[in-house]
C-alpha cells in the first residue's frame, strides 16, 4: 500500500458544480495535510493546508480531515473550466524534519 | 518578490554525461527542497538542504547529490546519467527551520528543470 494514494482520475465535473477529490494515508501520526494544483506544464502551487486539529475553507475551497478514516478531501465549489488541473495531496508526519510525502494526483476536467 | 529560479529550464544528455541543475530561492527562504517528478512515479523526494546543511534524504542512488551554498542557493547533481533519469526537476523552497509546528514548510516551487537523457 502506497503511503498517500489518490485516484488518478480523470475526474470530470460540469461548471458550477461541487467536485470532491480524497486522498488516503497511511501514516496514522501524520499533522498536517497539504493540497497543491499542478497545471499541465507548469510546477505545484500550494492551494491550503490544515492540521490535524480540523477543516479550513478559503474562498470556494474547503479542506477536511477524517482522522478515524485516515482521508483527507478538497471539496471545489461552483467549480470552473478554470479549475482544471491535477491536484496533489501531500501529508507530513509528526515532529520535526519530516518529508512530505506525495500521492500521485486526481486529474480533475471542469467542462464548460 | 523574486520567486524561485531553476537554470537551466531545457537539457538534453546522453547517458554516462552528468549534470548539474541549479536553484535559487525566494530571499529570506533557507530551506531548498529537490524533486523528481516523472508521469508514472509523481512527485519523488530526492533531498532538503537547510542552512548548508542536508537535512532529508530521499531513496535514490548516490548518483544524485546536491549541496547549498551560504546564500541559501542550491545545486543538484546527476553522475553517470541513465535513460530513466529523464524527468522534470522541481527545486522548492520554504522558510521551514525544522522548529515549531510540523506544517510550516509551505513550499514554493520553480518552473523546474527537464532532463532528456538520449
Known amino acids: 500500500q502506497k503511503e498517500v494514494e489518490q485516484n488518478s482520475g480523470p475526474l470530470s465535473v460540469p461548471e458550477g458544480a461541487i467536485a470532491s477529490l480524497n486522498c488516503t494515508y497511511s501514516?496514522?501520526?501524520?499533522?498536517?495535510f497539504f493540497w497543491y494544483r499542478q497545471y499541465s506544464g507548469k510546477s505545484p502551487e500550494l492551494i491550503m493546508f490544515?492540521?490535524s486539529n480540523g477543516d479550513k475553507e478559503d474562498g470556494r475551497f474547503t479542506a477536511q480531515l477524517n482522522k478515524a478514516s485516515q482521508y483527507v478531501s478538497l471539496l471545489i465549489r461552483d467549480s470552473q473550466p478554470s479549475d482544471s488541473a491535477t491536484y496533489l495531496c501531500a501529508v507530513k508526519g509528526a515532529g520535526n524534519n519530516r518529508k512530505l510525502i506525495w500521492g500521485l494526483g486526481t486529474s480533475l476536467a471542469v467542462n464548460p | 518578490k523574486a520567486g524561485v529560479t531553476q537554470t537551466p529550464r531545457y537539457l538534453i544528455k546522453t547517458r554516462g554525461q552528468q549534470v548539474t541543475l541549479s536553484c535559487s530561492p525566494i530571499?529570506?527562504?533557507?530551506?531548498v527542497s529537490w524533486y523528481q517528478q516523472t508521469p508514472g512515479q509523481g512527485l519523488q523526494f530526492l533531498f532538503e538542504y537547510f542552512s548548508e546543511t542536508q537535512r532529508n534524504k530521499g531513496n535514490f542512488p548516490g548518483r544524485f547529490s546536491g549541496r547549498q551554498f551560504s546564500n541559501s542557493r542550491s545545486e543538484m547533481n546527476v553522475s553517470t546519467l541513465e535513460l530513466g533519469d529523464s524527468a522534470l526537476y522541481l527545486c522548492?523552497?520554504?522558510?521551514?527551520?525544522?522548529?515549531?509546528?510540523?506544517?510550516?514548510?509551505?513550499?514554493?516551487f520553480g518552473a523546474g528543470s527537464r532532463l532528456t537523457v538520449l
Open positions: 501514516d496514522r501520526g501524520s499533522q498536517s
Open positions: 490544515i492540521y
Open positions: 530571499s529570506g527562504h533557507r530551506s
Open positions: 522548492a523552497s520554504s522558510t521551514f527551520s525544522g522548529q515549531g509546528p510540523s506544517g510550516a514548510n509551505v513550499l514554493t
